[in-house]
DNA sequence: CGCACACTTGAACCCCCTCAACCCAAGTGG
DNA sequence: CCACTTGGGTTGAGGGGGTTCAAGTGTGCG
């Protein structure tokens, strides 16, 4: 006996999934209009990484790209040797794979649960050949991530252990601006070890540094997934280098 | 007494500069066919800058993109107090610019005399609707440079002072691919202290490791402004962290 | 020639890393 | 309920890679 089409249970995809994406507004697919959503929810694959998986591998055929719909997926390369270093934490609304190569340059792994919209390289391309709009949006996103990588490279060559990790801070607080009330209680959903290799330090480096900026009062510190900013001027000042 | 309009000497760049320029082939302009190079040479100001001349200063409004047409730029981020971070060397067909912002993020400064392509904005924003593969190249430049930096991070962030000058001299050797014979003979335009500030070393550390890796017999250093490749294998796996 | 500038080399120091112990909260299972 | 484990974080002591400071060596150019 056959099931009336009409009540058929689609994969949530392909109902709305775009339409009620909560990452929408922020992200490359806002370049596309409400009309043709139905376009974008063909192509797109909503898919769920736990906490600790990695979904893309650096050196693997890079077949699809990602866009980040809730959660926080840290991009990272390795040495050999396991030297790490991250180059960044991706959240809601970020969009990652943008590379010409037929092979992923870095790593990706959710360090909490993420929600990904996954697209493949031919049919983003198709995407991206009717709606010229996309395209623009990618170009924009990609300046943004190398304007964003400069600064890293400043932090990475030049600024002492105290100055990243005040850039660090202030740049999260930054970060988390697009959703709700800008606060300076700012969440740290990755480890000590990950901000470590984010910044070029050791954990230690980091785990102590942020203890004399709270000996210091120029933060808090509720739980180790949470930091509150104190005295923001300051942080701001040691960030760019002027204590 | 009128000159004939018709051997009135124009600018060079009105009258074929695009179609003779020798950078064309390996820059974003390849994407615009040889029939409508006449567009581009209307919108692109042809323009020579001295060694040591700063022509992009991190902050100033971003009135300008630039192509490098010959010779080499540094473009590079300052911290307050002058500690300077080269985020990259750009030569010729390397597009300067690409930024969403009103402002630059980087300075640019020639480091040996330099040929460069100007394009205003609006013209290009001009070019970019009417020619939608320039955009795309557009896209894969950024792209490319997006990988490279991240690239850099890695090195900034975790390797050793020996692998930072390994990688900086191998990829010496690969950048100068598309115009000769790739030789283990290569150039350095720049000074030691500006390769220092691009490895996030001193120049004492730069000129230590390359006078070890000279003793070492890995590298001979005919003069200040050139280096030969003695060891290429040896020096690859310095670079990548295997020694 | 002699000045300027870039580079090299040496010696002392220091910031951050390494190594190691310890803390603490969240399981887990008897 | 408590002993034990596990994973992340903190803190301390000591060491080392790279910096800092300083002097010396080319080398091009007026």
Redo the contacts with the bound molecule.
Sequence with gaps: MHRPRSIRLLPQHEIDSCASCTARGYSVCNAIEDKDLGRLAAVAISREVAKGETFIQEGDTASDFFNVTSGTVKLYKLLPDGRQQVTGFASAGHFLGLAVSQTYAFSAEAIETTQLCRFSRPKLRELVHDFPALEQRLLETACNELVAAQEQMLLLGRK???ERVASFLVSRAEAQLPCAIPSDRIPLPM???EI?DYL?????????T??RFKAENRIA?PS??EVVLLDRPWLESMATGLL
Tied chains: 1, 2.
């Design positions: 002492t252990a105290r480890t000590r070890s470590a070029g330090l050791t954990i230690e480096t980091v785990s102590r942020m203890s510190i180790n997934a």
